[in-house]
Nanobody, 127 residues
Framework: QVQLVESGGGLVQAGGSLRLSCAAS????????MGWFRQAPGKERDFVAAISRNGGVTYYADSVKGRFTISKNNAKNTVYLQMNNLKPEDTAVYYCAAKGYSGGSIYYTEQYEYDYWGQGTQVTVSS
């Protein structure tokens, strides 16, 4: 069982930066591949970024590539999403997700592939 708690959201001007954190409880974090998704008002939840269990492989949605960086610290049971050069269209609730007992270098981009979800943190980017 893994419980996830996101933090680090807030209000920022366009061009600014935020770092989201997702703290996980449970001993299976080191075996979990992780992902970030987001849901804008009136829209479906979309994939943002993913990282493999060992942290060695990452993958990004085209809309955030080059601006966002996902990382994983197994010693701290935490996954991060560093968001730079934020745009108003990045405004959304951001969710982290965990895929338990994943292969070392595998990442996942589909919501149904994840087993555990956090409750989300709001990111608002003003123009």
């Amino acid at each position: 069982q893994v419980q996830l708690v996101e933090s680090g959201g807030g209000l920022v001007q366009a061009g600014g930066s935020l770092r989201l954190s997702c703290a996980a409880s449970g001993r299976t974090f080191s075996t979990a591949a992780m992902g970030w998704f987001r849901q804008a008002p009136g829209k479906e939840r979309d994939f943002v970024a993913a990282i493999s269990r060992n942290g060695g492989v990452t993958y990004y949605a085209d809309s955030v590539k080059g601006r966002f960086t996902i990382s994983k610290n197994n010693a701290k049971n935490t996954v991060y999403l560093q968001m730079n050069n934020l745009k108003p269209e990045d405004t959304a609730v951001y969710y982290c997700a965990a895929k338990g007992y994943s292969g070392g270098s595998i990442y996942y981009t589909e919501q149904y592939e994840y087993d555990y979800w956090g409750q989300g943190t709001q990111v608002t980017v003003s123009s």
